[in-house]
């Protein structure tokens, strides 16, 4: 256990936790602004995966990590496309179509992968490499963008006119109707951005974590990114602070694997799901969720 409390370990897990946070947090904070505007967008996974399997195709072809992030963010913006369609324009229900886009990115991306591969071995690229000197060695560019979203997102819903409107299409949608302000729009808007953020998320998460697709490469991210909001209450900094907890559990698990822990990784790994069960049940009645959240507008 003395091994666990090393500062050797200890410095490899923080640098750890936060890489594995990074595409957490980056998707998180998209998918906080979609869901502000009163959209429950279910198919965090399901966009997290497109996009991770976009990226590794194109950095395959084309060795590229820039363009591989651009079509990983392209894929998301396609399958949030699709889901503003079904959720917002023909007005489906958001968790059912949620889950079914889910799992057609794990049917299609599977079908993909192992139609691309025609009985030859799986084709591999060099990883994202982190910063290797410095102060900031061990990290990643992105985990500065990541920990950036957080003070912006907090600035625009807070503090401006757009902000403040999109805030209203989540809590009382008629009333920006009434004044003229096209709901469809700003909530499309919304889900498009979310979709994007997911994407550039899951471009990462396969660009930085590994060296080739695998099927359901995400692993249940894109739910713990759900969690992380519901555990946060629907807050930047909140969500934050869920996003980095949980990335620091997942790094311990991952450090019970090689060393002694504790506790077991399978707990370690159920611990957010349980942590946002009991946070719901205790403050139900603070609960900061917008009121329209996941119901679809119909003019009256």
């Keep these: 256990m003395s091994d666990l409390f090393s500062a050797t370990i200890l410095t490899a897990v923080v640098i750890a936790a936060l890489k594995m946070a990074t595409p957490l947090l980056i998707s998180a904070m998209g998918e906080l ?14 966009t997290m995966l497109i996009a991770a399997y976009a990226a590794y195709v194109v950095v395959v072809l084309t060795q590229s990590p820039g363009l591989a992030l651009a079509a990983a963010v392209l894929a998301a913006l396609l399958t949030g496309a699709i889901n503003g369609l079904l959720c917002v324009v023909l007005k489906l229900d958001q968790f059912v179509t949620g889950l079914a886009l889910n799992l057609l990115a794990a049917g299609l991306t599977l079908f993909w992968f192992r139609a691309g591969l025609q009985g030859e071995g799986v084709p591999t690229f060099r990883s994202l490499s982190p910063i290797v000197e410095g102060p900031f060695a061990g990290l990643y560019p992105m985990m500065f963008v990541a920990l950036l979203a957080v003070p912006l997102i907090w600035w625009f819903l807070e503090r401006t006119r757009p902000g403040l409107e999109l805030r209203c299409l989540g809590e009382n949608p008629e009333a920006l109707d009434l004044r003229g302000v096209d709901v469809r ?22 660009l930085a974590f590994s060296d080739r697709f695998v ?19 629907w807050r930047p900094g909140r969500v934050l602070v869920a996003v980095l907890f949980f990335a620091l559990l997942e790094a311990l698990a991952i450090q019970s694997r090689v060393g002694s822990s504790l506790l077991p990784e399978q707990l ?9 069960l009991a946070l719901m049940a205790v403050f ?3 609960s900061l969720e917008p009121a329209a959240l996941g119901i679809p507008y119909r003019r009256r």
Excluded: C, H, K
């Design 284 to 286: 139900r009645s603070t």
């Design 215 to 233: 099927p359901d490469f995400t692993g249940g991210r894109g739910w713990l990114v759900v969690v992380a909001i519901l555990a946060g209450n």
């Design 268 to 276: 370690l790994l159920a611990a957010p799901y349980l942590l946002s």
């Design 185 to 206: 729009r700003g909530q499309i808007l919304s889900l498009l951005f979310a979709s994007a953020m997911t994407g550039l998320g899951g471009g990462f998460l396969m």
């Design 33 to 46: 602004v979609a869901q502000r505007a009163g959209i429950w967008n279910m198919a965090v996974e399901g």
